[in-house]
């Protein structure tokens, strides 16, 4: 036998897939045709994880740096060595960023080394920002942090309403899902302002102006409500806050918000229409590499409670995670708002339940992410990484300022040389491990080959330097780690590898009353409330961010979703996904701007003609990409590779990572 | 013509083993798909499981392959150049008539040509293939439509067809000829052609009742796409749902289509390798100075189809580039497969 199944771990879709391995390596990979999910289906990137497999480009053997390089040592060695030098610190002078590609159990564990070991709070992700925030607004307003539909399902979907992103780019077998389900019959909507491959195959494409997409939804709200299209009489008792949010939604005038938003009001009927009509719906929207804000989120979730479309046994709020294992990454409790299992890190009780789970004492201070410890807390003194990419880089004088980085990564990268000391890891194949894709479908990637040169596990390397710190760790393999898992999370309380293996992933919450998962979580089952979420002012509308029609009149939009193929680490080490964005790279090698072809029609701007992009702050020049796919006003930068980071969007980054909401005001000028 | 008992198949296979790799298809125990596969455990070889999610082209064709070895040595400069030969001796149990059908097109690409492709010739020398007749089809099956089934007609050693309690097998090949006289089998009398013949037609005409999945009109399509009437606008309806993944090309049993790439290492050779790659890609027709003759997907699409169905391109396969399979339908996550592309070119021409 030469073709093993197995999971793919780019995207958080997680597909089936078949690898095959012959001796000890990985010749090719094939789509796993009985899949629930995929169905026998795989993306490019998919299709080609067989070239990533094969890379030599391995970091093998622990290594302590000297001066500018690094020698390899003893695992003994490194062990000690890291164990000695984290005594030093406290647990506030330490952060944590975890890997949304590594598995539960490696996640589980690192976050668990940082709190009880190490009583560190600041514990994060990498792309955890957007699903954070989604987290908490879905607690808040409907009782569940996750996915609220399936994703097996969605051919049976009725109305499908596809909001920011290009799910086709990001997780393309759940566009594709998408469009068989409106081949069978659903209708699908897209909102977002760039005309995707998603909108091109939908019914209906609203194109709002950037920065708008929440007050679209919320005028889609307020049409239910004109067009009398809610059953008002018991939503109080349903919905909490329901007075107030009508109250707040009565002060919305749709002509206006149509003049803002730019969309007609006989568009914006015409979808509230489709949409209470609609015998199930799904809301899908993008979050980790790029993600949807809050405000429109909120207004998102909002609209499916009036409605009443949330709590259907078919249909519901659908985030969509980017990673493979983001989704799994936030339930082990990767994350400075939530403990294992999204208890709230700002309730005793959550702290008190997990030091009796651990019978370790628990630090209470509350934590950051490793972001915003590297951008603000001059105290950090050490950083824990595991496999991360460049996109850290931009913090690269900070980190080159702390007294010690230790970095857990299976690639050469260029991270990696920023470390104090570097432990090898595992690649997803050559070890046991579970991933929750974004439907919560826990999975587990069994091992496949050996690793080079003996590389241990990155539990094993986490219990020893537990046990060197004083607290011994008895975990004797990923397995063990999952039957913790099970008791301190209580949404994998009935999962096991065992169960696991006999299956094709198993979606939480699987307890004693779900044994074979949960597919649509309802209210009634898990006792749920629901809430309106919603910043009570309405003035905000007016403050819409409009630009400076006459110094700046276009909307620079940066986003990262369109163009992404992951880290461009992972990619760089397949021959054709990388040809693939090369393609692109190489025929605009300084990076570009896309300009509508309106625009560049009356600007008289050809393609390729480097054009300067001034803002209030700064200045940049790039090429002119012409694209029928973004509106007249609004111009695009992709922000996907390190080549392509121009200097002056560093500044902005952190407000571009919270989402893609976000624009700039420059103007355009031609360089002659 | 011969008789193998069913129970003597793992005599047949044993003996196979004994000089190949054995590939063929098995079920997966969780998943419950086919899989063509290569065997370590000959006992999981289901000469009765449905068509295999994937064509044996991987054993003549792998998906990643090391075709050659260079070393350039700074001190002497001098460059030695090794080829790679891992290619071992196969036998492909069970093959469809399709798939069988794919390899000889492989064949007329890689050796029927100009240049003869070395280390194709390598694989394909080193071959035992036995096909085996679907008695019944299978529900994505078209075959029938594309002259390459559900019988194989040429290019086995051996070939197989299910009648009752055995096999009746026919002999393609002077290695077939022997290694039935090794086993023993026994003549299957006057009749055995006459009953060949009744059971493929019984397969034939239960194409109604069994492959409802796809239908294909290919000899109108195939009339369209050669004169080229198609108009742009189906192509660009058809563009606009490719999500550019390459199922379409890695899973057909006659896409051809390779990359080459050396993968250097710091202080060792450079290996020279060949993998699969897709006309579906745009980095596939770019050439240098940003010139791409292919540059919208739905000209890329066009490109497919044509090589598939064109009356030119059947011409060096002698026969259509497409065998019928399904398969690209199934792994099509725009549901753009080849039967519902000669849908649309039907709709076109019947406007319906």
Sequence with gaps: MSYYRGICNFCGTGCGHLLQVEGNRVRGVYPLPGHPLSRGRLCVRGWHIHELLQTEERITRPLIREGNSFRPVSYDEAIDFTASRLKTFSGSELAFLGSPRASNEENYLFGKFARAVMKSNNLSLTSDAGLEESARILLEGCGFPAMTGSLSALRQADFILVVGGDLTKQNPIIASEIHFARRSGAFVATISPRKTQMARLSQQHLRPNPGTIWLLLEALARALQTEGLVLIDNLEERVENARQYLEYLDSLDLKQASALTGVEEQEIIRLARKFYESKSAYAFYPVGIQSLDRRSIS??????????????????????????????????GVSPAFLPGYFPADDEASWKRLEELWQVRLDRKPGKSAAACLQEDQSLKALLVVDHDEEIIRHVNRIKELEFVVYFGAYQNAFASLATVIFPRLNYIEGDGTYTNSERRVQLSQKKVEPPAGIKPMWEILSRLASALGQPWPYKSAEEIMAEISRVVPQYSGLSHEKLRASLGLRWPVDDRHPGGTEFPLAEETGRRFKFVFEGSADRRQNLHSGEAGRFPFKLVVGRSN??????????????????????????PGGFVEVSEEDARALGLREKQPVRIVSEAAELKLATRISPDILPGMLYIPYFI????PGFLHRQVSELEKNEEFFLPVRLEKVE | MYW????????????????????????????????FDRLEYLERLDLQAAIPYNPPKHALLPQYEEILKYLYQKQSRKVTIEKISKVEPKALVGLRACDLNGILCLDRFFLGQEFVDEVYLEHRQKLFIISNTCVRPFPQCFCVCTDSGPAAGEGFDLDLTLAGQGYLVQVGSMKGQKLVEELGLREAGPEAQNLREKIVAESVSSFDNFALENKAWISRATNRLTTGFIKPEVWEYIGNQCFECGACSFVCPTCSCFNVEDVNRVDGPTDRVRTWDSCSFEGYTKMAGDHNPRKPVEDRRNKRFFCKLSYSQSKKYLRPGCVGCGRCARVCPGDIGLPNVVTYIRREITGE
């Design chain 1, 642 to 645: 390190e080549e392509m980071i």
């Design chain 2, 4 to 35: 193998l008992p069913r129970d003597q198949v793992r005599l047949l296979v044993n003996r196979l083993a004994e000089s190949y790799a054995v590939y063929g298809p098995r079920r997966d125990e969780v998943s419950g798909e086919v899989v």
């Design chain 1, 563 to 588: 163009y992404f193929w992951h880290q461009n680490s992972v990619m760089k080490r397949t021959f054709i996904p990388k040809r693939e964005y090369n393609a692109l790279l190489l025929l605009y």
């Design chain 1, 299 to 332: 207004a998102l979730l909002n609209l499916f409670l009036l409605a009443g479309k949330l709590d259907r046994p078919a249909g519901g709020i659908c985030p969509v995670t980017g990673i493979s294992n983001l989704l799994g990454s936030l339930d082990m």
